[in-house]
């Protein structure tokens, strides 16, 4: 009953007057309510005065909400929402637009040092003014986040890495691969803990004395950092880091996954060293020569990486990932622009039921072959083609009627009106 209220949630057709009952139900229904795109302005309200906290940090959190929503919440009652706020969505590969500007000052003058921090952080644009205001915050948190928001203006600033504590040295991240950094700083750096020494490791103004010293690291992925530092040949680079296993997770390093000069890409991208060619395929600059490169590279990830993150990706290519990667977010390939969705059918006679189930993304798959994969013989395929507008109405009634494909039917944007109300029904919402 609960997974069908939740259907009926997110069911396309919902007219709004059933999603505001949700909204008002306190029920589990409502969460799939909140993260639906395009809502219509009264569920926007709903969701602002909504008395769950759950809910209205759902809107916060939401990557489909527009800025404007998002920030009417930038006055809530509670710190955690306006905290959420203040972070803004997490995304994966999305960009979401930010707040508008008179919403982060008044988030970076909030009386939750967390906020304050968290839009410190956010702001794509903060003032000089601004930053210097909250250079001298009381909370050393928004501080530190202001100093690393500000030390290519005022590069006295770095000093500060040295000291930080602990759990806000994530904060200079960038600061510590790509910044040019005194001794001392360099050598505290050297006895923090294996993440900082990892991107310590890539930073282009290192002295000889600690590249030798981090060559000699006892972490593997340290070494593997130093191996991909720019100004090395691939020969010396094999000699650092002889056992890297194409099956490891190599963290990419800065210079080759978001430089814009052609000579250093190709560098990147034609290197024996499978972390750089890994590195490389995150640029969303490359030219489509070397995304094509990358494209025939014998690493599959690497041919991931490039169709998650690149919009020239072959459709060659995609479709081969698709079929060729185990990855829970390999079905994500199929929104990529160049993704050759009128192949999808031919997944129709798959062994895999995954594959098969991925059949209905395929726009011009006809009617026939959609009916007879809703009786497929696992439930997976057949739940995939239960919420399918192209599936008759009978058979959409029969999926509705069993329990293992009733969550995909209730999705169906012809689902009729009257039943989506007597789903609410049943679950008490009137």
């Known amino acids: 009953m609960r997974a069908n209220v939740e259907g009926v949630a997110s ?3 919902t007219p709004e007057e059933l999603l505001l009952r949700i909204l008002a139900a ?23 005065a909504h008395r769950d906290l759950d809910i209205r940090g759902l809107l916060a959190r939401s990557v489909f909400a527009p800025a404007r929503q998002r920030a009417r919440l930038a006055d809530d009652s509670s710190a955690v929402i306006r905290l959420f706020v203040a972070a803004g969505p997490i995304t994966f590969r999305t960009k979401v ?33 601004v930053l210097d205001l909250l250079l001298h915050d009381p909370d050393p948190e928004t501080r530190t986040a202001a100093a690393t ?56 103004y290192l002295p000889g004395e600690a590249i030798a010293r981090l060559i000699a690291d006892r972490s593997h992925d340290v070494r593997v950092a130093v191996s991909m530092r720019q100004e090395l040949g691939d020969r010396v680079r094999e000699i650092i880091a002889v056992d890297i296993d194409p099956a490891e997770q190599i963290t990419p390093a800065f210079w080759p996954s978001t430089t814009d000069n052609p000579a ?28 094509h490169r990358l494209a025939a590279d014998d690493d599959a990830m690497v041919r991931l990486i490039l ?32 993704f050759p969705v009128h192949r999808l059918r031919e ?31 696992d439930p997976r395929v057949r739940r995939a083609t ?23 039917a209730v999705r169906n944007p012809n689902l009729p009106l009257p039943i989506m109300e007597s789903v609410l029904s049943a679950a008490g919402i009137v």
């Open 11 to 13: 069911n396309p057709s």
């Open 26 to 48: 306190d029920c589990a229904g409502a969460a799939a309510v909140a993260t639906r795109p395009e809502l219509p302005d009264p569920i926007y309200d709903a969701m602002v």
């Open 97 to 129: 637009e930010p707040l508008p500007d008179h919403t982060y000052r008044e988030l970076v003058a909030d009386p939750s040092p967390a906020v304050r921090s968290a839009a410190c952080l956010t702001w794509p644009n903060p003032t000089a003014a």
């Open 149 to 204: 928001r500000s030390w290519r203006r005022l590069p006295h600033l770095l000093t500060q890495i040295a000291t930080v504590r602990d759990d806000l040295v994530h904060l200079w991240s960038e600061a510590i691969a790509t910044a040019p950094l005194d001794p001392a700083t360099v050598a505290a750096l050297l006895s923090r803990d294996e993440w900082v020494r990892r991107l310590l490791a890539e930073n282009p």
């Open 264 to 291: 250093l890409m190709r560098r990147a991208v034609e290197s024996t060293h499978l972390g750089l060619r890994r590195s490389a395929a995150y640029n969303p600059r490359l030219p489509r020569n070397l995304v």
């Open 307 to 338: 169709c998650e993150t690149h919009p020239y990706a072959p459709a060659d290519v995609l479709w081969e990932v698709l079929r060729e990667t185990r990855m829970i977010t390999r079905a994500d390939l199929i929104t990529h622009p160049n």
């Open 347 to 377: 997944l129709a006679a798959s062994p895999d039921p995954t594959e098969r189930s991925l059949v209905v993304h395929d726009p011009i798959a006809s009617t026939e072959l959609i009916e007879r994969l809703s009786h497929d013989i």
């Open 386 to 408: 239960a919420a399918d507008p192209r599936l008759s109405r009978r058979r959409l009634l029969e999926l509705l009627d069993d329990p293992t494909t009733s969550y995909g």
